[in-house]
């Protein structure tokens, strides 16, 4: 495949690059059925848009509920887009990808596993039940050039990869936003009349709540890595950052509880500053903050007993731990 030609945040015209993909995906299907995913994310809601304003009814937009988002995710995006005027199906397929994640613990193979339960299984079944040849999703620049550089395998990346997904899953991928990195979705986003908590939503992993699991992403250990994650999102919610946090990790750790010793988890924070997600830089906490995250994940969230601060910038670290 040839290489995607970027366009820059500061030489995009968003109306403009709305009119070319509404043209282009109504040309792409024509008189055919599409569907996508909506996960909520920024990336997704833009492909989202852009697919039912030129197609209408023929694309068909789900909202695949995996057991690994946050708390109360799926009903909510569902609503929200109700009042958008976008009908979304919930699809629940939280025992596929929980058995499909099970005893795995390597983070490749954690992400080649939702990718094979989410494209294979899930959606193939989707495509086979409504008859769409073609699937929007919201690939960016940035997930490719992560995956092809070999840092992290971003879970929608597929012909950069030498991987066809119409003879591997059985229809063809449309990426309306490919040459775009993030701060250029968000200028999209907004033109398109999405809300301020869309167009400005902080970034979330395509393998979700798996991706701060570090070690096999059990139900139960997502839902800790979900009550922590809650409470990172309203205590950092007013710092103005880029993208924050909260991963759990494998090893227990030796603390005291009631006088004794306690073999309890660990839960790292990581928050950033960044503008396009290639380089980051920890933002700068104040101690305050962090005692405050401390004490309530400490109290709320069930056996952890020690609760850390990342302080690397990107590179060498990534903004997710898996």
């Keep these: 495949m040839a290489e995607v030609a970027e366009i820059k945040s500061v030489d995009l015209n968003p109306q403009e690059f709305i009119e070319t993909q509404i043209a282009d995906i109504a040309r ?9 995913a909506l996960s909520g994310g920024v990336d997704s809601s833009v492909v989202t848009m852009l697919g039912h304003r030129a197609l ?14 946050r708390e109360g995710e799926p009903q909510r995006i569902v609503n929200l887009f109700k009042g958008l005027g976008v009908t979304v199906e919930i699809v629940d397929a939280k025992e596929k990808f929980f058995n499909a994640l099970k005893g795995i613990t390597d983070p490749e193979e954690k992400r080649e596993a939702i990718t094979q339960t989410f494209y294979k299984d899930v959606f193939g079944r989707l495509v086979r ?17 992560e995956t092809v550089a070999g840092i992290k395998r971003q879970h929608n990346v597929f012909e950069q990869l030498g991987i066809n997904p119409e003879a591997a899953f059985g229809y063809k991928i449309i990426e309306p936003v490919v040459q775009l990195r993030k ?18 939503r902080m970034p979330f992993p395509g393998p979700a709540l798996s991706a701060r699991v570090i070690g096999e992403a059990t139900p139960e250990r997502i839902a800790l890595v979900r009550a922590a994650t809650r409470i990172v999102e309203e205590e950092l ?42 380089l980051a830089a920890p933002t700068r906490l104040p101690y305050e903050i962090l ?28 903004m997710e731990a898996v």
């Design 291 to 318: 005692d405050a995250l401390a004490r309530r994940i400490i109290a709320e969230v069930a056996g952890v007993a020690s609760v850390t601060y990342n302080i690397t910038t990107k590179p060498p670290s990534t």
């Design 183 to 200: 701060d250029g979705v968000r200028k999209v986003a907004k033109v398109l009349g999405l809300p301020e908590s869309i167009y400005n």
């Design 129 to 145: 039940a409504s008859g769409a040849r073609y699937l929007l999703q919201g690939t960016i620049l940035t997930d490719i050039d």
């Design 28 to 36: 792409l299907v024509g008189g055919g059925t599409a569907i996508n």
């Design 237 to 278: 919610r007013s710092t103005g950052a880029f993208q924050y946090m909260a991963i759990l990790h494998q090893d227990r750790v030796t603390g005291m509880r009631d006088g004794k010793r306690d073999f309890g988890l660990q839960i790292e924070i990581r928050c950033w500053d960044s503008v396009d997600a290639r």
């Design 56 to 69: 209408g009814d023929s694309l068909k937009t789900y909202f695949i509920d995996n057991g690994i988002m």
